[in-house]
């Protein structure tokens, strides 16, 4: 591990921890050579990928059904909770510093898309950009993936739900004011805190809130439906927070608001701690516990129907929190629905779009 005086600015993770995938791993003896550029903080890499399907079926208790498309594995927004670290060691890297810094770019994502919309057995549901990584991470402004299959989408009349943490969605305006004719795009924009200081702790390489607040506030603008997710709330950190969130949300002319409660699974549970001790080393033993406290004594939780909000008094007094905060700032506001009847299939016409 990184020692604290080695501290990785512009990164979450702070090492690599064993892939329970790989039969081998890297450890740190000497600190020259090798193991020196292996916990130093190196370039992103880019790494390209041609998958044969890029739409997955999501049929969860917690999350509904529906499917979610992410252009993207790994992201560089370097997130240090984020549930989707595990999901990199599939793929023979770490959840870690690997997840930040080698990200695998889908290529084909639109061309796969486009075929998969035209099954015969296809059945119309939303589909999440992104339910993994961040469809609009930095190297989304040089790649365009996921403007590409917002166009695939809209030549189809697919409907779709993109959440993001990036002022980068508002260069796609003109594709989402195109769905939104049609009532085929959701937005979710995730704030953690606004807490400045403590998001480029927590996030570093995300938008600041007062961005993504003005993202909420152009779309909300143009009649675009948003909701903002409080996400994930960390008791002991950020959880005083709700209120001035919602507050902020409904402000900038949100539809909606939401929260879940952070759980620390797999490895995420170690890189977690370990940020902590470092970044926050006052906090970190109260915001351990109280996450723990909310999970059952664990840090993590898999259990489906209380792992998204967690239980016990801490998660009872978040989830008051919240619920209060909405109904004094939201009340009367929701997500206007989607309309399945536009979809269309083109048969394997040649889009035109590549």
């Not at 990785?8 to 993770?13: D, E, F, I, T, V």
């Not at 590409?148 to 796609?172: F, G, M, W």
């Not at 967690?310 to 629905?337: D, L, T």
């Amino acid at each position: 591990m990184i020692k604290a005086g080695d501290y990785l600015k512009g990164r979450g993770a702070q090492y690599n921890p064993n892939n329970p995938y790989l039969k081998q791993e890297y450890v740190a003896e000497h600190v020259e050579g090798l193991d020196e550029q292996m916990l130093s903080n190196s370039n992103t890499e880019f790494l390209r990928e041609h998958p044969k399907k890029i739409v997955n079926k999501v049929d969860s208790p917690d999350l509904g059904q529906g499917y979610s498309l992410n252009p993207y594995q790994g992201c560089e927004h370097g997130c240090v909770y984020c549930y989707a670290r595990n999901t990199h060691q599939y793929w023979g890297y770490g959840a870690g510093l690997d997840f930040e810094r080698k990200i695998i770019i889908k290529e084909n994502a639109a061309q796969t898309l486009a075929k998969q919309l035209e099954s015969p057995n296809w059945k119309v549901m939303p589909i999440m950009l992104a339910g993994n990584t961040d469809c609009y991470q930095p190297i989304e402004a040089k790649k365009k993936l996921t403007r590409q299959v917002l166009e695939v989408l809209l030549q189809y009349r697919h409907p779709v739900s993109i959440i993001t943490k990036n002022a980068l969605i508002l260069r796609d305006l003109d594709l989402l004011k195109e769905l939104n004719k049609y009532d085929l795009v959701h937005v979710n924009i995730s704030i953690t805190t606004l807490d400045e200081k403590l998001r480029q702790n927590l996030e570093p390489r995300t938008a600041s809130a007062a961005k993504r607040l003005d993202v909420v506030r152009q779309l909300s603008a143009e009649g675009i439906p948003v909701n903002v997710m409080t996400a994930p709330i960390i008791p002991g950190l950020n959880d005083s927070e709700i209120p001035k969130l919602i507050q902020a949300a409904a402000e900038a002319g949100a539809s909606n608001a939401a929260y879940t409660l952070v759980r620390l699974n797999g490895n995420i549970g170690p890189i977690f701690e370990d940020w902590i001790r470092q970044a926050l080393p006052e906090k970190a033993e109260k915001v351990l516990s109280q996450i723990a406290d909310c999970h059952g004594g664990q840090l993590n939780d898999s259990r489906f129907g209380t792992r998204m909000h967690g239980e016990g008094k801490f998660a009872e007094m978040i989830y008051k929190m919240f619920r209060i905060s909405k109904q004094k700032h939201m009340a009367g506001r929701s997500m206007k629905p989607y309309n399945y009847g536009h979809f269309c299939q083109r048969k394997g016409k040649q889009l035109g779009l590549f």
